[in-house]
T-cell receptor, first 111, second 114 residues
């Protein structure tokens, strides 16, 4: 059973377009994180959201945590080729336990 | 934050042999996690390694196939034993912050079994 449903799985867009990646669950998480991974590297943390309804911005990236802390979204404005990579959402049930990862979204931005 | 050094970064191995992957953390951590990842796909947890006790394995992974050592609070190894081509994958070690559960990863070991 996949506790975190992430969509879409693949996304191929042109430079300048906007996109949104979704991460949904029927379970409540104490926090939810977004990672970006490039080939040959481990995932790198982008942001952590902990409060229901929270919105965080990181330059052109906007992250939201659902009010019930069961879902999150990542919105990228005016995508650039440098945004290309694998995006992973991960939820924490509690400290000291392994994160639960979504299946990932492979984003390709072409110029 | 934590800096994790993982080695080797990649290897090509003959079937039937074993490979030991090392993971060194720049600070003391209670728990370390080992994941497997097919290229372009998500992470699958293999086991959780606590210092001073046996590792806890997830469903589908067994100690005989993936023995783990955790001799101290900064180091762990994962061995992939009696390898077959199905073991070809990326293996990652990770630690989490107790404060905010943020995870930090090594750069991964890309294993190819031929």
């Amino acid at each position: 059973t996949q506790l975190l449903e992430q969509s879409p799985q693949f996304l191929s867009i042109q430079e300048g377009e906007n996109l949104t990646v979704y991460c949904n669950s029927s379970s409540v998480f104490s926090s939810l994180q977004w990672y970006r991974q490039e080939p040959g590297e481990g995932p790198v943390l982008l942001v952590t959201v902990v409060t229901g309804g929270e919105v965080k911005k990181l330059k052109r990236l906007t992250f939201q945590f659902g009010d019930a802390r069961k879902d999150s979204s990542l919105h990228i404005t005016a995508a650039q080729p440098g945004d290309t990579g694998l995006y992973l959402c991960a939820g924490a049930r509690q400290a000291g336990t392994a994160l639960i990862f979504g299946k990932g979204t492979t984003l390709s931005v072409s110029s | 934050s934590a800096v994790i050094s993982q080695k080797p970064s990649r290897d090509i191995c003959q079937r039937g042999t074993s490979l030991t992957i090392q993971c060194q953390v720049d600070s003391q951590v209670t728990m370390m996690f080992w994941y497997r990842q097919q290229p372009g796909q998500s992470l699958t947890l293999i086991a959780t390694a606590n210092q001073g006790s046996e590792a806890t394995y997830e469903s589908g992974f067994v100690i005989d196939k993936f023995p783990i050592s955790r001799p101290n609070l900064t180091f762990s190894t994962l061995t992939v034993s009696n390898m077959s081509p199905e073991d070809s994958s990326i293996y990652l070690c990770s630690v989490e912050s107790w404060v905010n559960t943020e995870a930090f990863f090594g750069q991964g070991t890309r294993l190819t079994v031929v």
